[in-house]
């Protein structure tokens, strides 16, 4: 335990840095949007309505799907600017809002008291209006930067670095600690950034009022204090790092993590500085290695057959890699290095006690009695090209279709919250909750070869494609099984699972 612990403090001020980096930019942004647009919507009954009707709306959209639309509208760029982007457009509507209201409640007869002494609308507005409605624009400022800092742990998803990459990471491997460490990070971060904008609201509220000059005082330099303190960790994150030969991708579950460690750890011998981005999406680490945003990665040959190709047909495991690797190397930026020797599967798995009491062994045998069934599934499989040939083959559909993250899929078929789920077959809880692997008899599922991709770039380094090539047929699907075990079932860290799979490579050599 006090070695997690030591391993998820160890990570603390990068991703500290990434999160406030991101949050700080974002909250600027959108208040130098906002506040202009509500005054605007202020002072024009045209513009008001239609405005507040649109920034509503955007915050209605799940804050996953703005994160997957900014990604497509920005060619598959990951990182900082699509999570910034994402994250302006949450900030808006309180922003907004709260500048539309604060304006519109300031008084008509201080308004018109104005104009007697022969104010313009434009000193009317920054010299009475805008003053008097500070308080409840920066009350707008305080929710937004409390949302921003919750919404900016998705950031991960899309490889910018945040507390949630505690969170994510945490949640796959079981690692209660990773969780709690990146929770408590994100929620002191908050109500910290909400005091300080809390202080400059008392400080407007209070600067023309008899309030204690030492109470003013006090408040006064700890806003300044924690503001600067803030402004020097940001910048901080600006400066020049030492410059990153390669940055390493990975998709939400155990596996990926341990496959991304390995490439990472095999990179770093070679005396490389690499980076990871961690816990994306399957099209989010395709497009960004495509693009040269991520250099390598493991991905799986089903899924790009399926999802990239669009095959709807199954010719085998041999043909379907060979078509994978025509495809990537005649229409895509990226190398196929080889593969790493795995297959990793999806298939229907049941408890074993349950499916004995339905007479189930195989996927066939599902056909008369699917309608009554609820299934789990991961975060992708039923949206997935293969969940609809799986269906179309065997004429088969669930009453109930549930979605997990991978972790608690597991947990849910164990305790009969769902009768079966898509598992994976190189998941060592496959045999921890004994469950039983339905037989695939009509070969619908597709072959899932784990392999290298690597960007263009990347793969023009002779030193990187070596170091690559060493892992290429090096683990079985037993050992990566073992490998997946250790994380998943007997709770050990991914740098322990990455240190076996190192063991099972230097044996070959």
């Given at each position: 335990?006090n070695?997690n612990?030591r391993e998820?403090?160890?990570?603390l001020?990068?991703?500290f840095q990434?999160h ?8 600027s942004i959108?208040i ?6 509500g005054?605007?919507a202020a002072?024009?009954a045209?513009?008001k309505r239609?405005?507040l009707?649109?920034?509503?709306i955007?915050q209605?959209?799940p804050s996953l799907a703005?994160?997957a639309?900014?990604?497509a509208?920005?060619g598959g760029?990951?990182g ?10 949450y900030?808006m509507l ?7 209201t604060?304006l519109e409640?300031?008084a008509?007869?201080?308004i018109?008291a104005?104009r007697g002494?022969?104010m313009?609308?434009?000193q009317?507005?920054?010299?009475v209006r805008l003053?008097?409605a500070?308080?409840?624009?920066i ?7 409390v949302?921003?800092v919750?919404?900016a742990?998705?950031?991960t998803?899309?490889g910018a670095?945040?507390?949630?990459n505690y969170i ?11 969780v709690i460490v990146?929770?408590?990070?994100a929620?002191?971060?908050?109500v910290?950034?909400?005091s300080?904008?809390g202080g ?11 309030t204690?000059?030492k109470k ?5 330099y700890t806003?300044?204090g924690g503001i ?6 940001s910048v901080?994150?600006l400066?020049p790092?030492p410059?990153?030969d390669?940055?390493?991708?990975g998709?939400t ?7 991304s460690g390995l490439?990472i750890a095999?990179?770093e011998?070679?005396?490389?500085n690499?980076d990871?981005?961690?816990?994306m999406g ?8 495509a693009?040269?945003?991520?250099d390598?990665?493991l ?5 790009i057959?399926a999802n990239?190709?669009?095959?709807t047909e ?7 890699l060979?078509g994978?690797?025509r495809?990537i190397?005649e229409s895509?930026?990226?190398v196929?290095?080889g593969?790493l020797?795995?297959q990793?599967l999806?298939?229907?798995a049941m408890?074993k ?8 062994r ?5 056909i008369?009695?699917?309608?009554d069934l609820i299934a ?5 499989f039923f ?9 179309d083959?065997?004429s088969?559909?669930?009453a ?6 991978p ?5 849910a ?6 009768d ?8 060592g809880?496959?045999a921890?909750?004994d ?20 960007s263009?770039?990347a ?12 892992l290429?047929?090096?683990i079985?699907?037993d050992e990566?099984r ?17 240190a076996?799979?190192q ?6 050599y």
């Amino acid at each position: 335990m006090n070695d997690n612990i030591r391993e998820q403090l160890l990570l603390l001020p990068e991703y500290f840095q990434g999160h406030l980096l991101l949050t700080l930019i974002a909250l600027s942004i959108g208040i130098v949007i906002s506040i202009p647009l509500g005054v605007w919507a202020a002072q024009s009954a045209v513009v008001k309505r239609p405005l507040l009707i649109v920034v509503s709306i955007i915050q209605t959209v799940p804050s996953l799907a703005i994160l997957a639309l900014v990604v497509a509208l920005l060619g598959g760029q990951i990182g900082l600017v699509p999570a910034i982007v994402a994250l302006v457009l949450y900030s808006m509507l309180p922003i907004v809002r709260n500048t539309v209201t604060g304006l519109e409640t300031v008084a008509d007869e201080v308004i018109e008291a104005a104009r007697g002494i022969g104010m313009s609308s434009t000193q009317i507005l920054t010299k009475v209006r805008l003053p008097l409605a500070l308080p409840v624009i920066i009350a707008g400022i305080r929710t937004a930067a409390v949302w921003a800092v919750g919404l900016a742990t998705l950031s991960t998803l899309v490889g910018a670095t945040s507390f949630g990459n505690y969170i994510f990471t945490g949640l796959q491997t079981r690692n209660l600690v990773s969780v709690i460490v990146g929770s408590i990070g994100a929620a002191v971060m908050a109500v910290v950034l909400d005091s300080l904008i809390g202080g400059i609201q008392w400080l407007t509220e209070n600067g023309h009022r008899q309030t204690s000059e030492k109470k003013f005082t006090q408040v006064k330099y700890t806003v300044i204090g924690g503001i600067t303190l803030s402004l020097i960790f940001s910048v901080y994150s600006l400066l020049p790092k030492p410059e990153l030969d390669f940055i390493v991708g990975g998709k939400t579950f155990t596996e990926q993590y341990i496959i991304s460690g390995l490439l990472i750890a095999e990179l770093e011998s070679k005396g490389f500085n690499v980076d990871q981005r961690l816990g994306m999406g399957t099209e989010v680490v395709y497009t960004a290695t495509a693009n040269g945003a991520v250099d390598v990665y493991l991905e799986y040959t089903g899924t790009i057959w399926a999802n990239v190709l669009n095959n709807t047909e199954n010719p085998g495991r041999e043909e379907v890699l060979a078509g994978v690797n025509r495809y990537i190397e005649e229409s895509t930026d990226m190398v196929n290095v080889g593969i790493l020797g795995f297959q990793n599967l999806y298939a229907f798995a049941m408890r074993k006690d349950r499916a004995a009491e339905l007479g189930i062994r195989s996927i066939e045998d599902l056909i008369a009695v699917s309608g009554d069934l609820i299934a789990g599934g991961d975060l992708e499989f039923f949206g997935r090209p293969e969940w609809i040939t799986l269906r179309d083959t065997y004429s088969i559909d669930f009453a109930e279709k549930l979605t997990f993250d991978p972790a608690l899929m597991y947990t849910a078929v164990f305790e009969g919250q769902v009768d079966l789920i898509a598992a994976y077959t190189t998941d060592g809880r496959v045999a921890a909750y004994d469950l039983l692997i339905l037989e695939d008899p009509r070969n619908a599922v597709l072959p899932y070869d784990g392999i290298i991709l690597a960007s263009a770039s990347a793969a023009s380094n002779p030193v990187f494609m070596e170091t690559m090539e060493t892992l290429i047929n090096q683990i079985s699907d037993d050992e990566m099984r073992q490998a997946n075990k250790i994380v998943d079932v007997d709770g050990g860290s991914i740098s322990e699972a990455v240190a076996y799979l190192q063991s099972v490579i230097q044996q070959t050599y």
